[in-house]
């Protein structure tokens, strides 16, 4: 019980001095006693003793001005002052534990052997400070709906990514679901709606494609150097259109809300550079730009009675076809052919 009890004190010691640090590092001007204690919600001898800790054992630069208001401050003329070692307040630590648990999840394990030493440092802070952390898994939900596997080649096409080397691969599209050998220059590997994806230059085919990671099935990272593609022109092709496989936008979707979906769509972001507006009548008007159709129909398709596509006419076209064809699957000759 004696030994809880002083670890505690210690540790409290040392979150006054990481507050003070703190506090002093962001000011530019001097901070009184009566100031520094209101701050930090403690005592005057409280302030004094990390004051003191903070000057005498870790070298702070603290000054203090005999003005007429009087109060500490850092010297910063030599550079500004950072802790030794590695500190931690008990929000970061709450922050860190919730990230390596998203980790966790979002690699599927992946990145369990490279974040082992600092999960077990953040382990031993977490006890001591007893935060309770351990309620994380139970209290903090990070469900992953419909996600894929990553599939095996995931730590390869991030390694030639991040080392810029060109990727030979075997890749089999999940659309035609035929098996192609491509050489590619990766240049972003990115998330999407849980699923990885690998977006490259393919050196066959001369333009930038994009390639789901769980779709290759063998892969070898290459010694030649992987070709460098703008930021800029990466943006316009991949990022400007609507969805994952996006393409460069050149169109415009209007889309109009019922006053009940309204409430929803509103706050949702379906495109960075998208328009909204509220009707008068209480619908709301969505305007996304798009190249490709197929994934904006499908998130058009989710909002059923509750959404119409006003324009361009080929969206409209698209979005009845998908429509009548669903419809066709609950048809009485399509019952009947199911009960036989």
């Keep these: 019980m004696a030994t809880t009890i002083a670890v505690d004190r210690h540790m409290d010691k040392l979150d006054r001095i990481f507050q003070l640090h703190a506090i002093l590092n962001k000011r530019r001007t001097p901070i009184s006693i009566e100031g520094l204690a209101e701050r930090m919600d403690c005592s005057r001898p409280t302030v004094f003793r990390a004051l003191g800790t903070l000057r005498d054992k870790l070298g702070a630069p603290i000054v203090c001005d005999r003005g007429s208001n009087g109060g500490y401050r850092y010297d910063n003329t030599d550079g500004r002052y950072e802790l030794p070692g590695l500190w931690f307040t008990a929000g970061e630590l709450q922050a860190l534990v919730i990230i390596q648990r998203f980790l966790n999840e979002l690699g599927g394990g992946l990145l369990e052997e490279?974040?082992?030493l600092l999960t077990k440092r953040i382990e031993e802070l977490t006890s001591k400070k007893h935060l309770n952390l351990s309620e994380v898994s139970t209290r903090i939900r990070m469900p992953a709906l419909a996600a894929r596997a990553t599939g095996p080649a995931y730590q390869g096409v991030v390694s030639a990514?991040?080392?810029?080397?060109?990727l030979w691969m075997e890749y089999r599209a999940r659309t035609t679901d035929q098996s192609s050998e491509?050489?590619?220059s990766p240049q972003r590997v990115t998330r999407y709606r849980e699923s990885w994806y690998l977006d490259a230059w393919d050196e066959g085919k001369n333009e930038l494609r994009t390639f789901a990671?769980?779709?290759i099935a063998k892969h070898r990272v290459l010694r030649a150097r992987a070709r460098d593609i703008d930021e800029n022109t990466l943006d316009e092709h991949l990022a400007s259109?609507?969805?994952i496989f996006s393409g460069k936008a050149d169109k415009i979707a209007v889309l109009s809300f019922s006053q009940e979906s309204a409430r929803w769509v509103a706050d949702e972001q379906w495109h960075?550079?998208?328009?909204?507006k509220r009707q008068a009548d209480?619908?709301?008007e969505l305007h996304i730009p798009y190249g490709l159709s197929r994934e904006l129909v499908m998130d058009i398709l989710r909002h059923g009675p509750h959404v119409k596509v006003v324009k361009p006419s080929a969206l409209v076209?698209?979005?009845?076809?998908?429509l009548t064809q669903a419809l066709e699957q609950y048809s009485s000759n399509s019952s009947q052919v199911s009960e036989k």
């Design 114 to 116: 490279h974040f082992a």
């Design 161 to 166: 990514t991040l080392q810029r080397k060109q």
């Design 182 to 184: 491509r050489t590619v």
């Design 213 to 215: 990671i769980d779709r």
């Design 241 to 243: 259109g609507y969805g």
């Design 272 to 276: 960075p550079k998208q328009i909204g």
């Design 282 to 284: 209480g619908r709301y």
């Design 317 to 322: 076209d698209e979005a009845k076809a998908q």
